[in-house]
């Protein structure tokens, strides 16, 4: 293992077909020292016997994934709300995760209140943030790609997340830089460098066109696609992020591939299309 | 035909299966006063043949769709995008369209630079503008959503339009306000009011989900998803726009459909979608 991968994360969405037992496997057995982990896959073997497969691994966990889903209407959705996050929260500390990634949530079904559904997101927010640093947890506020505005995460730039975070303690209230999300920004250059130590997160995929037909599975291997990962890497760098590259890929084709194969291409990937180059 | 829709204007390539002939004859059956019309169909039956036909009719020519695409590399791409694009001027003042709507392209084959490809529009409008002066047209910059930076527009925000246009008189730069491009914005509300006098287009369409499998083809009829156009229908008005609105769908169901259906139908959806309740 290169030590140039040392800050390699897997996100095992990446390898979505491995148990989360088979993903901390395949980081060993890649050399990969760091992973991203899931809620489903964990509660799949319980939250004790995940944190113990992690530890005794000697894995750093990179982020959670995932909290928020926060824009629902009515008092009933709005305490549901707070109570999934606080378990996802109470997860992210017994799992010693870098981060808890928020997904805020879309427009209500029927909603067409784009304002008042991100107003929810910062009320909610609020009630998070002391439960947050109570259990020492970073919320990662995550902006999506417009292409989700509607049904997946009504925070869509880098700015507008920073906006919201900056009410809080930067230890409490991060936020993900994941180049898919916001590789098409005029802004990007401006927000990463105002971001600085509120980067929670740096996440890579790629934009690949034409774009796969289910638009939740339509991101690419760095290198397949539009972005460029090395000016990203020089974006956060320069802000002063120095922390782990988590590689997650929603990928029907990558989800069919041997999960091995993947992580040697994702290696490889990082190594040319990511870091710089060594000299 | 209701004074209420007497800002209507058709965009041809909602009733995409018509000629130009056809889609005039349209408007007047149904009583549109304005049509939104594009190059190629002109081309079909020639310029002045285009502008004695929309002249007899008495229709307004709310855009011309379409100039743009200056984001190719080298001198000879550079001069074919000139010369493309001194017609394409050439054409507007010749049918005394409201603007030419620009398109500014994508990124080049195998480019990943994202920010050459912006200063390489900036550069090409600055040769552009003194034309467009000079046959009295009024170039409409057209920020495109996110989903279609790699491919087709590198403008991704009305923000960044207008950073564009300001460099220019209003008169001869505006920016185009098309719902479905702009609507996921956090900016919309200030950057709309920034626009200003630079509105030179308010076009409508809706964001859909789930998005059908050609991004192209994935704009639906207003009501038919997500977006709030009461609500930019205010932020435009506010802005001091009381010019045309232009109903713009690509989308493959609406071109199946008989185009007299269609026309019935956005006249109904801009009624109850668009305008403001009546009293």
Redesign the interface.
């Known amino acids: 293992m290169s030590e140039h991968l040392r800050r390699l994360s897997l996100n095992q969405k990446t390898t979505n077909a491995w148990s989360l037992k088979e993903a901390v496997d395949g980081c060993l057995r890649h050399g990969i020292q760091s992973i991203g982990v899931w809620r489903e896959p964990v509660a799949d073997i319980g939250l004790d016997k995940a944190q113990r497969l992690i530890r005794d691994a000697g894995l750093r966990v990179s982020s959670l994934c995932r909290g928020g889903f926060l824009t629902a209407e009515g008092a009933a959705a709005r305490q549901h709300a707070l109570e999934e996050n606080k378990r996802a929260i109470d997860e992210a500390s017994a799992l010693n995760a870098d981060c808890l990634v928020m997904v805020v949530g879309g ?1 209500p079904l029927g909603s ?4 008042a559904a ?1 107003s929810r997101v910062a009320d909610l927010l609020d009630e998070l943030v002391p439960m947050a640093a109570d259990q020492g947890v970073r919320l990662a506020l995550e902006p999506m ?3 989700f ?3 997946r995460g009504v925070l ?2 880098l ?2 997340a920073l906006d919201l975070a900056e009410k809080y303690p930067a230890e409490t209230v991060g936020v993900v830089v994941d180049s898919f999300h916001v ?5 990007l ?1 401006a927000q990463v460098a105002r971001a600085s130590n509120r980067i929670a997160s740096f996440q890579v995929c790629d ?1 690949i ?3 796969p ?1 289910d ?1 939740l599975l339509s991101r690419g291997i760095m290198g397949d ?4 990962f090395h ?1 990203h890497y020089d974006l956060v760098t320069r802000a002063g992020y120095h922390g782990d590259i988590e590689v997650e890929i929603f990928n029907a084709d990558v989800w069919a591939a041997n999960p091995d194969t993947v992580l040697a291409l994702i290696k490889q990937r990082t190594l040319t299309q990511v870091l710089p180059p060594t000299t």
């Open positions: 427009l067409r209140d784009l304002p991100r790609h417009p292409i505005t509607a049904d869509a730039t700015g507008e590789w098409w920004d005029p802004q250059e934009w066109t034409p774009l037909a638009t696609g539009h972005i460029d000016h």
